[in-house]
């Protein structure tokens, strides 16, 4: 078979909507319906603007603690394929919140939802399925999002379509601390 060649004017990229900063107060309410440990992650990630699989995989032994300021250096990160280096510097609140999470083996995932589960009051059920020893991007998003849905409840007399389009139009991604964060930067320190 032959496949019909493609002109690079022919293709097309998807245009996405930017990614739009989350206000403070909207974390805060969410923050409040959140899980401790996955409050933290928000926590940690909303202080240092890393993207939300660094806060995921981020490990004891990633973390330089030999300064004032330490050190998150990832060997593994968006733009390692490009021979760039990748280090997040985490002052005293973020070190703070991180601190009790350092206690454990070198390697293992500071964030667990195993452990999360293990502390809770009342145990969720969960449907054949294993708890994982970190969280990933996707867990981490539908935790915020259902934190979200019990911040920011709709309207009681909304009809069930309504009630899907409040959701969604009060819920934020995680990647949205990050660009929080930096606009936070560029608003005291300019964008260089």
């Known amino acids: 078979h032959s496949f019909p060649t493609r002109r690079s004017s022919d293709l097309t990229a998807i245009e996405r909507d930017p990614v739009k900063p989350v206000d403070d ?9 959140l899980h401790p440990v996955v409050a933290d992650m928000v926590q940690v990630q909303r202080l240092t603007g890393a993207r939300p699989g660094e806060i995921c995989f981020l490990t004891p032994s990633m973390i330089d603690r030999s300064g004032e300021v330490w050190l998150i250096n990832l060997k593994e990160h968006k733009t390692a394929h490009r021979g760039k280096s990748r280090v997040i510097a985490v002052g005293p609140k973020a070190q ?31 449907c054949g399925k294993e708890l994982r020893d970190h969280y990933d991007t996707a867990t981490y998003g539908r935790a915020i999002k259902r934190a979200c849905i019990k911040a920011f409840p709709a309207p009681e007399n909304a009809t069930e379509a309504a009630k899907k389009i409040w959701d969604k139009t009060h819920a934020w991604a995680p990647n949205q601390l990050r660009h929080a964060r930096a606009t936070e930067i560029r608003k005291s320190d300019g964008l260089e």
């Open 25 to 33: 107060q909207v974390v805060d309410a969410t923050v409040a319906c």
């Open 96 to 126: 703070s919140i991180l601190a009790k999470y350092l206690f454990r083996e070198g390697d293992a995932f500071c964030f667990s939802p195993k452990e999360a589960e293990a502390k809770r009051k009342r145990p969720m059920v969960v």
